[in-house]
Each structure stands twice: as C-alpha cells, then as structure tokens.
C-alpha cells in the first residue's frame, strides 16, 4: 500500500529502527523487549538515506516482503527432507500464498524474519554435521534475540540433541559448545 503508514507493531518497530539510525545506538528508556528486527532495520535505515516517512515505511516494508520470498528456497529444501519434490512444491507454496504471510509482510512486521531463521534452524539441526549444527545453534541464538521466545526452542533443540544422539562425552562437548 504506497502511501499508508504502517501501523501498531510496525510502528514500534519503525520508530525504535529510526531512532537507532539517527543516534547510532540503542535508544534509551524504551520499552521494546524484542528489539531484533528493529536493530536489523536500522542498519539499512542507516544505509539508505531516505529523506521522508514513507520513504523509510517502503524500505521498511521492501525488507519484510523480500524476506519473505526468500523464504521459500529454504521451506523447500526442509519439505524435501520429508516429502517428494511435488508435494515439496505444494507445501512451499501454500505457504507462501497464504493471506496471512502476505498481511505480516506487507505491514513491515518480524514474523518474516522469525519465520526465515526458524526454518534455517530447523533445516540446519536436521542435517548431519558438526558445522551445520553449531550453525543451527548460532542460529537459535539470532532467533532469541529477534523474539525472547525463541529462547524455548534452545530447551527443545537439547531435547532433541539427547534423542537423536547418544549421551557419549564427545556429544556432550558438542552440544556444550553449541549452547
């Protein structure tokens, strides 16, 4: 919508990402506890010099959308890890085209991050490696800062570990490093 401001969250969002552009750090005396997305937004409010409102609001908004739609390389390759290449398709594109995806994206919100780093933990922790599991666990601690619920899939991420993996001393130490 060119024109329309964002509102509610988005709006939170985009006045603590612009007042950390401006002062080029955290603002003080603010009450956002999920201050992920907007730190992430200020690095490219700080990039691009826009000069009005709406001009932030459409960089704000482009961010969101973009990630979205990137988004479906990595849901992809996650369906494919459980199904064929067509329901694979399926599943991704359900996902993509579903009203609500498409609301949080264009309102410029942090669901389309959370989403994006959701899946690429999941995508990471379900392969076989001690890289992609370190990256998955990096990844969770992205996914914490972004929204403080995140830090729940860390306690479900060990739970896992311990399931899928033996309770040797050398697993251990690889979980160790990993949290």
Not at 78 to 97: D, E, P, Y
Not at 112 to 118: A, E, F
Request: charged content about 10%.
């Amino acid at each position: 919508p060119q024109g329309i401001p964002v509102i509610a969250d988005g709006l939170d969002y985009f006045s603590y990402a612009h007042q950390m552009a401006q002062n080029g750090n955290f603002p003080k005396d603010w009450a956002l506890s999920n201050n992920g997305w907007p730190s992430f937004l200020s690095i490219f409010f700080s990039i691009i010099d826009a000069n009005t409102f709406t001009e932030n609001i459409l960089i704000q908004r482009i961010l969101s959308i973009s990630i979205s739609v990137s988004t479906t390389l990595p849901l992809f390759f996650l369906c494919n890890r459980f199904f064929n290449k067509t329901l694979s398709l399926v599943g991704t594109a359900l996902f993509i085209f579903e009203p609500r995806i498409i609301l949080n994206s264009t309102l410029g919100l942090i669901e389309p991050l959370y989403i994006l780093v959701l899946i690429l933990i999941l995508l990471f922790f379900l392969k076989n490696g001690n890289r992609t599991l370190y990256l998955s666990f990096l990844l969770a601690g992205i996914f914490a800062i972004l929204r403080w619920e995140g830090l729940l899939l860390i306690f479900g991420m060990i739970v896992i570990f311990f399931t899928k993996n033996k309770h040797e001393r050398k697993n251990i130490l690889k979980l160790s490093i990993g949290i």
